[in-house]
Structures are given as C-alpha cells and as structure tokens.
C-alpha cells in the first residue's frame, strides 16, 4: 500500500504553534499524518477527537497514534456532526483535509482511481448504500447532468453525458476503467490533468454529499471554536474551496489567511499541486 504523505504538513503544524491547546478537532483524520505531528508538537493537549468516515484509515491511525491513546477519542463518523463530539465544549484546534487520501486511490477495490481496475463504487464509508455504479447506470439524464455539470464542472460535460447514456443502453458501467476509457476519448486533458479526473471527481462529490456537509460542519466548527481559536481547511477541488472562502469571510470579526503549497512540496507530492490551506482565527479585528 502506497504510504500516505501529508499536505501542506510543515504550513498546518506552523499554523497552530502559537496556540495553547487543550482540546483538538480532527474532522478528517485519515492516516494520522497530520495527527502525529500536532501531538508532537502539542504536549499540552488533553483530549484529541479523531474523526474519519472511513473504517480502515481509522484502523491506520489507531496504530500510527497509539503512543496518545490516552489522550485520543476516535469516532467513524461524517464531520457533518462534529457537533455531537464537542457537546457543550469548545475546541483550540480544528483540522479539515478535504478530499480523497493516496491509500484511497491505491486501493483499486474502493472505486476511487480512474488508474486502478475496480468496482465504481467511490463511496468513503463503505457502510452506505449509493455507490457511483447506482449514478452512472440509474441516474436520469436530468440528474447526471447536474453532477457533470454543476459538481464535476466538465467542459465537455454534454458530449459525456451523451456517450455514457448510449453506452449504458447496452450494457452496464461497472468499472472505474470502463469509465475512464469512455471518458478519455470525450474530455478535455490538460497539462498533469487526466481526461477523466474532473468527472471522477464530481461523481465522489456527489456520492459522498462533500459540499453540503462542508458547508453544515464548517459552520458548528466555527461555532464550537474557542476564542483565539483556529480552523484550518486544507482543499482540493475548486467548489470545495469556494465554500470555505465564502463562509470564512462571512465571519468578518475573524481573521482568514490563505497558503498555497511550496514549488518543491508541489514537485515531490503530485497531490499537493491543487491544494490550497485557509485559516481562520477567532480574534477581533
């Protein structure tokens, strides 16, 4: 299994250490990789909530952070309720690593990669009914179109559309390769972009309901954010990262502050290359 590197590791651990932290949200905790870090240089905490919808990289950062399991609570469970973890408690620190992890991809089985031969299922917690099979194959034209549309934002969305429903009038779709052929042949490709990534990748948005849980789960983090507290967001996607602009600057009596990844981290880790990390800090301004 291909060994998860971080994004934007040095900028997330450099943003909380001037912060005294006593409790600690990691809304997406994966494989710990940020987690160890933050415990690292944070001795002084006292509860960490580890948060992931994902039941094996959950497994992973169990084993990765079990040096503070003291100190750590781990929960399978969407950020969407952060809230539950928090009570009536306000937090230091809170970490969202929006996206899909390297292991993800890696694994060919969880449907994710359009590299790798497996089920189209693309769902984080394999728990959940709808898989990415269910929207390619039953999904109605006026449905479909909205995901390549609006969430994969495909500039040759119609002429994929139009492939994939005369396709599966003869067959079903089944596999993450089937539709990266299909959709290889349609879509536009750009320099480090494969022809599939943006359709891939608004079919897992949709799957998985990211938008609306980030948009539900950054407002309670704001609200269970203790004062000279920060949330830091680390995205990938382009609607993801509107969402956090628009809703940090809404809350003008905090300060926001936006890093990009590095030319050399951008070099050795491909995945860093569409991140982007916002901060906000509880402070009146």
């Not at 960490?48 to 929960?75: C, S, V």
Request: glycine fraction near 4%; include cysteine; charge should be positive.
């Amino acid at each position: 299994m291909m060994q998860h590197k971080p994004v934007l590791l040095k900028e997330v651990v450099q943003c909380f250490k001037e912060i005294k932290i006593q409790i600690f949200l990691d809304a997406t905790v994966g494989a710990g990789g940020h987690a160890k870090e933050i415990l690292q240089d944070h001795p002084e905490i006292k509860r960490y909530i580890a948060i992931d919808r994902d039941k094996t990289a959950l497994e992973i950062a169990k084993k990765k952070l079990n040096r503070w399991k003291e100190k750590i609570m781990f929960f399978q469970e969407n950020f969407l309720f952060l809230d539950r973890y928090l009570k009536d408690r306000c937090a230091d620190g809170i970490l969202f690593d929006l996206g899909v992890s390297s292991m993800q991809l890696e694994e060919g089985e969880r449907g994710f990669s359009f590299k790798r031969e497996g089920p189209l299922d693309m769902r984080m917690d394999r728990s959940k009914e709808l898989t990415a099979e269910k929207v390619i194959n039953d999904f109605s034209r006026k449905e479909l179109e909205k995901i390549f549309r609006d969430y994969a934002e495909e500039p040759k969305w119609k002429k994929a559309l139009n492939s994939i429903l005369s396709i599966r009038k003869k067959k079903r779709i089944k596999t993450t390769l089937e539709l990266a052929d299909i959709l290889k042949k349609i879509c536009v490709k750009k320099r480090h972009l494969h022809p599939a990534t943006r359709i891939f990748q608004g079919i897992r948005i949709y799957v998985n309901n990211e938008l609306d849980s980030l948009k539900v789960a950054l407002s309670k983090a704001i609200d269970h954010l203790c004062d000279k507290g920060k949330i830091a967001v680390i995205s990938f996607h382009s609607l993801e990262d509107r969402i956090v602009k628009r809703i940090f600057k809404e809350n003008k009596e905090m300060v926001n502050e936006l890093i990009k990844p590095s030319y050399e981290e951008k070099r050795v880790n491909r995945r860093a290359r569409s991140s982007k990390l916002r901060i906000l800090k509880k402070e009146m301004v």
